[in-house]
């Protein structure tokens, strides 16, 4: 399966302008309203970028990346936090900061967002 992005939102006009963005400057993406439709990805044969708002609904980002990693999927994808908190990385968390490539703040510059998925999936501006 294809490299590609998935953004993994609460928020559906969220998760809708992030993929229209990477769409539109060439990275394919792929959208996860929570936790589960994260890991039904993942299992499914997802590579690539996540990136993943931190403030969910039910289990919140930290918790994803604690089953992304219990299950292996880390090794086949790269997790970016989107985040509007000032620790981004809480005591709670700590263990989990290894599983964590990058942060990038919220609001976040859609430019940001393409710039890191061309980034980690070694895509070459053109």
Do not use: N
Not at 44 to 52: E, H, P, R, S
Not at 60 to 88: C, F, H, M, N
């Amino acid at each position: 399966m294809a490299k590609k992005a998935m953004v993994v939102d609460d928020e559906p006009e969220v998760r809708e302008t992030i993929r229209r963005y990477l769409e539109k400057h060439g990275v394919e993406a792929v959208t996860a309203a929570d936790c589960e439709e994260c890991l039904e990805h993942l299992k499914a044969g997802f590579t690539g970028v996540i990136f993943m708002d931190l403030i969910m609904p039910k289990k919140d980002g930290w918790d994803v990346v604690r089953e992304i990693a219990s299950q292996g999927y880390e090794k086949k994808a790269v997790i970016v936090l989107l985040t509007a908190s000032v620790d981004p990385a809480p005591e709670k968390s700590k263990d989990l900061i290894q599983y964590v490539a990058d942060y990038i703040p919220k609001p976040s510059s859609l430019k940001e967002v393409v710039k890191a998925a061309k980034k980690y999936l070694g895509i070459k501006d053109s």
